[in-house]
């Protein structure tokens, strides 16, 4: 048996936009390799299990916030009090997804695939005002709960070019790879006053 492959490197980013209709958190992620990767956003994973410090199993069915059509950042995003160090909510757990795992063909459709192209940001804009709106006055971190992603080299609008059944080509589809890993180290500060966002900081 080979060695199995280095997980692609990239960089994320967030900063918070507060709006007159919405609070905004910006997510970017760039890819720090020299050709595309493309990743899964949404639906049951196939990679090998990480031994690390974080919680991260392909069972793990929740979107991924750079999904596009549900980035669900209640699902990934904690918030803490940054007063008290108390955290006021933790990202929502996963829920069942026994169904997906009986699937015939575990290739990833080409619909919840996005592709990193080199240095190039992805950039999300993900309305985060309900998450907001149900915390008290206070000073709170906002902080991005780490996920694995599955992924492969390639470019996912030439999948669709190559395939005619909607998934991933057979050729480029592997699960014995470790996840790339969609982690941000910053912390984004928000001040709350009469149930409104209305500061920010990075740090």
């Known amino acids: ?5 280095w997980a692609p490197e990239s960089q994320t980013k967030m ?17 720090m390799e020299s050709e595309p990767v493309t990743i899964q956003t949404r639906g049951r994973q196939h990679f090998l299990v990480p031994h690390s410090a974080f919680d991260v199993t392909p069972d793990d069915n929740r ?19 940054l007063s008290t160090k108390e955290i006021m909510r933790r990202p929502r757990s996963p829920g069942q997804c026994g169904g997906a795992q009986q699937q ?4 990833p459709k080409l619909d919840v695939l996005t592709t990193l192209r080199p ?20 000073r709170y971190g906002l902080k991005m709960e780490p996920r694995g992603m599955w992924w492969c080299l390639g470019d996912c609008e030439e999948f669709k070019r190559r395939c005619e059944d909607g998934r991933v080509p057979q050729d480029v589809f592997q ?7 969609l ?21």
């Not at 048996?1 to 492959?5: F, R, T």
């Not at 910053?186 to 209305?198: L, Y």
């Open 119 to 138: 240095s190039v940001p992805l950039v999300r804009n993900v309305d985060i005002s309900s998450l907001l709106s149900r915390l008290p006055g206070g």
């Open 15 to 31: 900063q918070l936009n507060v709006g007159d209709n919405a609070t905004l958190l910006t997510i970017s992620v760039t890819n």
């Open 175 to 181: 699960t014995m790879i470790p996840p790339l890993m």
């Open 104 to 107: 015939h063909d575990p290739r």
């Open 1 to 5: 048996m080979g060695s199995l492959p």
């Open 63 to 81: 979107p991924r916030i750079l999904d596009e059509q549900c980035p669900a950042p209640e699902a990934t995003i904690g918030t803490l009090d």
């Open 183 to 203: 982690k941000c180290d910053n912390v984004v500060e928000v001040q709350i006053e009469n149930g409104a966002p209305m500061m920010q900081t990075t740090r």
